[in-house]
């Protein structure tokens, strides 16, 4: 009898390495293996998103993500069902969104900075991992992905690491760090804690 899908939910500061990480692990299986469905996808638009006090949009609040939407298809493919969603990405004009298909797989990967602050999200999952580095290493990652993947110039990208991205991670992610089954330090590298975690799964798919 085939097992019920594994749900496996990986969280982490803003830009700890959760992307290369994921994608680094999904290289190792087939694609018919593992499914990753991504919290960035289930944005709010602007017009919903919160404000501060300079009124610039914070987009590391719980508050920015449609959690119910986020859970209800997490669950669908907890129970082996697949679904389509629009992609999200992050008004940036030189791309084009596409239609994102989500098919169920014995391995369902869950990312994002709140799939252990979300109740209904983080009860769904098998296995917490926590995703670690230093404050200014994730600094320098940020820099770098916003240029590239976002289009914001280094002063925005500055402003938000300090009014945005550091009070989220001391307030909704760092107290849960200590509730994640796995933190995988990545201040360097993470080749042994991918190595572990792969050969776990691989041995749950031969079951």
């Known amino acids: 009898m085939a097992l019920d899908p594994f749900l496996i939910g990986i969280t982490g500061g803003s830009a700890s390495g959760k992307t290369l990480f994921l994608n680094e692990l999904i290289n190792e299986f087939g694609e018919d293996d593992i499914c ?11 017009d919903q998103q919160a404000v501060d006090e300079n009124g610039v ?12 939407e986020f859970a209800r298809d997490i669950k669908l493919l907890k129970e082996g069902k ?10 940036n004009p030189a791309v084009t969104p596409k239609q994102l298909i989500f098919n169920a797989a014995p391995i369902v990967i869950v990312e994002g900075l ?3 602050h979300f109740p209904e999200v983080n009860k769904l999952l098998d296995l917490r ?11 320098k990652r940020r820099i770098i992905r916003d240029n590239n993947e976002r289009g914001y110039d280094l002063d925005d990208v500055l402003y938000r690491f300090e009014k945005h ?10 107290p849960l760090k200590s509730e994640a089954d796995l933190i995988i330090p990545n201040n360097t590298h993470f080749k042994n ?7 776990f799964l691989h041995s749950r798919l031969k079951r």
Do not use: W
Not at 57 to 68: A, E, G, M, Q, V
Not at 82 to 91: D, H, L, P, S, V
């Open 36 to 46: 990753l469905i991504s919290q960035d996808n289930y944005y709010l638009d602007r």
């Open 57 to 68: 949009i914070n987009f590391d609040l719980p508050s920015c993500i449609n959690n119910i």
């Open 82 to 91: 697949g679904f389509t969603r629009k992609e999200y990405t992050f008004n």
């Open 114 to 116: 709140f799939v252990m």
């Open 129 to 139: 991992l926590f995703i670690d580095a230093q404050d200014h290493i994730r600094l």
């Open 165 to 174: 991205v550091m009070p989220t991670y001391y307030k909704y992610l760092e």
């Open 193 to 199: 804690a991918l190595g572990v975690l792969s050969g």
